[in-house]
């Protein structure tokens, strides 16, 4: 290469390293322009009053910085002192088992000597540690927004908390200041919960006034149910065709409501067939259901003065398993061909399985189940079914006992309650929408979707 | 006797009742609801073997007496025997790694006899049960959808509307209304949307609020002694 090519050579390097410095030059003064935002200052964390426990209101001043993207939250978990110094003390027996025999080694110290040094230090280690808090990330709000309300915390806990403010950029502040410890405990009443508990308390009432009206002789009437009305053409049209009653009582244990209701029913049932002499089959998928269906059952038989007719073994016990005992109960209307079957409980995907199974060996049916999605299969396959409440008002309907006819009138009064409330709510929606983008109404549209927030997040939302 | 059977199970079943209300405002008692489910729990299983005595019991009779259809009680008796024995006695399966020469120190959820009737026996019956389900919903849908009367008209229609509005078939049978202009809202998996979100939910809500006053109205008939039938002493 000559003199001249080797010169153009190095003032081209020389150019080019100056150019490459101009660029890390700017790289640095851009970063230092996009400098961190400042932090969010005066945060205070209170314990939510009236609550159920676990929920902290946190709430702070804003960052100095302007245009910034939001705050971050996050928080703490302390150890409760107890656990903290049990936890340490298990960290620090570990680490120190570990130092001895480096201690022994390195330091050349007495064995007794190396084990109490090692604890110390062990102990110093750990202290250290789980003194240094573990922030995690609660999650993000919009910069014009400066609260946030921390849930889902352990009521027995004490918690720390801090913020950052999250820059344009999306770059973190430093921290903000962190709060005194708080442990977000129960109040004795969770006032959330108020709404519902007053709403439980006039339907209760209105139950109670109307039981105490029937026993001092206030007329009650109730309308006729079909399904109802057809038990006794049911088990009559059995004991006619010699054919047995079939009798399930769904699938769910006695915890369930619908199954107690579904006893209940059977014990009219039960009393009928004893009346007729027809006989009744009750295979159940739950063992505590068998032990309580006997019961009635029996008390039925004994009522109708009947208790010769009773036998226990047409009350048995099949299997828990869903599809087992359809296997079971469907193979079993096959082969015997009930002349009726009541479906009265709670029913899953089996419903359908049993109404036409029963549908196609000709017996009448009458269902009645307080699960919705399973309602339409059993009127399309059954010939009678107990639609929800008249499930549940089927014991006061078949008994006619003043007191329960009663309390099917307190269940009105909830029914005109509701009525009122949706009434309330259509019309302050409906004002809501209407006044949305009316000129000079801005003030009545708030008022009217705070009304509507608060009937639909307070009130039913508890 | 009236004690034993009357007054204590109505008593146990209001103190129940009650801690389950309390425990769902009062925070300070929510544990007693838990406590509660709990005992629930423990009489459960010991109702599980009750369950299991009855099954037994009746089934053994049945092939004694050599009564009509014994023979599927002896094909119950024998696969319950033998699921007992297989589960109990964790044949076949793996023990534990750190008792290998422990043979019952396995499970049976991954390997040995009983995982596998689990997953070849009672799985596909299972299953064969479930999808017989289709079947039996064509029947009852051609039951349920002859228009014999106005209201079963009505029913044929919606059906109509939703089973044609849920399928690609329906999509472009009203393909040639612009989903953007004034009729939109007639095309078919619009209006399948609207009778489900409007009319269903509509309905669909009804009955749940029947059902939830039906049930706190039934449930304090039941705290509060009113309701005695299910003990087998109502009337």
Request: charged share 15%; with cysteine.
């Amino acid at each position: 290469m000559s003199r001249v090519g080797l010169r153009s050579v190095l003032i081209l390097t020389t150019l080019c390293t100056l150019c490459a410095s101009g660029v890390v030059v700017a790289a640095m003064a851009s970063n230092s322009a996009a400098a961190p935002p400042e932090p969010p200052t005066n945060l205070i964390a209170v314990d939510k009053p009236w609550d159920g426990g676990g929920v902290v209101e946190l709430e702070w001043t804003a960052s100095v910085t302007p245009d910034i993207k939001g705050y971050e939250v996050f928080v703490h978990q302390m150890v409760s002192p107890l656990v903290g110094e049990l936890e340490t003390n298990m960290q620090a027996d570990a680490e120190a088992e570990d130092q001895t025999q480096e201690i022994l080694e390195g330091e050349g110290v007495a064995p007794e000597d190396a084990d109490q040094q090692a604890r110390v230090e062990a102990e110093n280690d750990v202290t250290l540690t789980t003194n240094e808090p573990e922030w995690t990330s609660m999650g993000i709000v919009l910069g014009n927004e400066l609260a946030y309300t921390a849930t889902g915390l352990d009521k027995a806990t004490p918690y720390v908390f801090m913020v950052r403010t999250i820059g344009a950029d999306s770059t973190a502040s430093a921290n903000s200041n962190i709060t005194t410890q708080l442990i977000p405990v129960a109040a004795w009443f969770d006032g959330e919960k108020l709404p519902l508990f007053c709403i439980l308390g006039v339907i209760c009432g209105a139950v109670f006034l109307f039981v105490l009206l029937a026993r001092n002789g206030m007329p009650m009437k109730i309308r006729t149910i079909a399904g109802l009305k057809a038990v006794d053409e049911a088990v009559g049209r059995a004991t006619e065709m010699g054919r047995s009653i079939l009798y399930i009582n769904g699938i769910q244990d006695m915890d369930d409501l619908q199954t107690v209701a579904g006893v209940t029913v059977l014990g009219h049932v039960a009393k009928t067939a004893a009346e007729y002499d027809a006989k009744i089959e009750v295979p159940t998928s739950r063992s505590l259901v068998m032990t309580a269906a006997r019961e009635t059952v029996q008390a039925s038989y004994f009522t109708a003065a009947r208790p010769d007719a009773y036998n226990p073994d047409l009350i048995y016990y099949v299997t828990d398993e869903q599809f087992g005992f359809v296997a079971y109960v469907s193979g079993m209307m096959t082969r015997e061909k009930p002349a009726a079957c009541f479906y009265m409980g709670a029913f899953f995907a089996e419903s359908l399985i049993l109404a036409e199974t029963g549908n196609s060996v000709g017996a009448i049916q009458i269902a009645g189940t307080a699960q919705p999605s399973q309602l339409p299969f059993f009127v399309a396959a059954c010939d009678y079914t107990l639609i929800g409440e008249e499930f549940f008002a089927a014991s006061a309907y078949l008994s006619g006992q003043p007191d329960q006819l009663g309390s099917l009138k307190g269940q009105d009064v909830g029914k005109i309650l509701v009525g009122i409330l949706i009434i309330i709510g259509v019309t302050l929606a409906t004002i809501a929408s209407a006044t949305a983008s009316a000129p000079g109404l801005a003030g009545l549209h708030e008022s009217m979707t705070s009304a509507v927030d608060f009937l639909v997040n307070t009130i039913l939302g508890s | 006797m009236q004690v034993l059977t009357r007054s204590i199970p109505l008593l146990i079943t209001g103190l129940a009742g009650l801690v389950m209300i309390l425990s769902a405002f009062f925070p300070y008692t929510s544990d007693w609801g838990k406590i509660a489910g709990n005992f629930f729990n423990i009489i459960a299983a010991f109702a599980f073997v009750l369950g299991g005595g009855n099954l037994l019991k009746i089934h053994l009779k049945k092939v004694s007496d050599q009564s009509e259809g014994w023979g599927y009680s002896g094909v119950i008796l024998v696969c319950f025997i033998t699921t007992l024995v297989v589960g109990l006695g964790k044949l076949g399966a793996y023990p534990n790694p750190d008792f290998p020469n422990v043979r019952l120190s396995g499970e049976t959820q991954s390997s040995g006899g009983f995982w596998w009737a689990y997953e070849y026996v009672f799985k596909p019956l299972t299953a064969t049960m479930f999808s017989m389900l289709a079947f039996y919903v064509a029947s009852a849908a051609f039951r349920a959808f002859r228009a014999k009367n106005f209201e079963a008209i009505l029913l044929l229609g919606t059906a109509f509307i939703i089973l044609l509005g849920r399928t690609f078939a329906g999509v472009l049978v009203t393909g040639f209304i612009s989903p953007d202009g004034p009729l939109g809202g007639l095309r078919l998996e619009e209006l399948s949307v609207y009778v489900m979100q409007v009319f269903n939910t509509a309905g669909n809500r009804a009955i749940m609020i029947g059902i939830s006053l039906g049930i706190a109205s039934t449930s304090l008939k039941i705290l509060l002694g009113i309701d005695r039938s299910f003990l087998g002493s109502g009337d």
